[in-house]
């Protein structure tokens, strides 16, 4: 029995109506409009040669929160590397609103497998955590991944798996059970990585109000704003072999 499920067990008469609830009720905004690929200029204009960015995971890829992509993780990213780098950025966003590790698997890296990309940011854990995908499975999934990620890519990245304790669309005590398996969900996260090679990313981001979507659930043009900002100072951070890659022109 995983520790989830033992540590849950006394209070599952409580949360399961929760969770039934939240499921009916909660707020469902739609994808970020298309498209979902572009290419941002270096400050100078310049789109010579540039970096080859991709982004694979569930809503938060898909721009669930916010109008456009250009508002939501992969455009910001794009945009905020293209101004520290000082060079143009191509970026694809492939996402899927409730979307497990294998759905990824299934239906998302088959569409980006066969190209070439310089950095690849794997973004899940939301669905597999509410979802409650076993611990092994996860880990499994997120290393198959990452093994025929970097078959196609320069620098393959992790993020961290959203505290969704934090979520304040979530009643008490759903919201903290779920935060702790979040917890646990992301430890595997980080032993992946440093199993495959990977590099792992926080997410840099406040859980205010004004940072989230209206569902309370997804984050705001801000919210993903500073999220794209903290990933931008951690790859300027990063080992080598990231910091080479985003050198690269």
């Not at 010579?48 to 109008?67: H, K, M």
């Not at 996260?189 to 590099?199: M, N, R």
């Not at 997410?203 to 705001?220: C, I, K, Q, T, V």
């Amino acid at each position: 029995m995983s520790n989830w499920w033992y540590l849950a067990a006394p209070a599952l008469p409580l949360l399961l109506p929760q969770a039934i609830w939240v499921k009916r009720t909660a707020l469902r905004l739609p994808d970020a409009a298309t498209p979902w690929q572009g290419l941002v200029p270096a400050p100078d204009g310049s789109v010579q040669a540039p970096l080859r960015l991709l982004l694979i995971g569930e809503s938060t890829v898909a721009g669930v929160g916010v109008d456009c992509q250009q508002q939501a993780l992969s455009g910001q990213l794009a945009l905020q590397l293209a101004r520290h780098l000082g060079r143009a950025v191509r970026w694809q966003a492939a996402g899927r609103n409730g979307a497990v590790a294998a759905d990824c698997i299934r239906d998302l890296l088959p569409q980006v497998v066969d190209r070439q990309w310089d950095l690849a940011l794997i973004v899940l854990g939301v669905n597999d955590t509410t979802h409650l995908t076993s611990r092994p499975r996860w880990r499994r999934h997120l290393q198959y991944l990452v093994e025929q990620l970097k078959d196609c890519t320069g620098q393959v990245m992790l993020t961290e798996v959203p505290p969704l304790g934090h979520f304040r669309a979530l009643p008490q005590p759903l919201r903290g059970w779920f935060g702790l398996r979040a917890g646990l969900m992301n430890r595997d996260v980080q032993q992946v990585a440093a199993g495959q090679g990977a590099g792992y990313l926080s997410l840099d981001m406040p859980f205010e109000a004004a940072y989230l979507a209206r569902d309370g659930y997804h984050p705001s043009a801000e919210g993903y704003r500073l999220w794209a900002a903290g990933i931008v100072r951690q790859l300027a951070l990063s080992e080598p072999a990231a910091s080479s890659v985003l050198g690269a022109g």
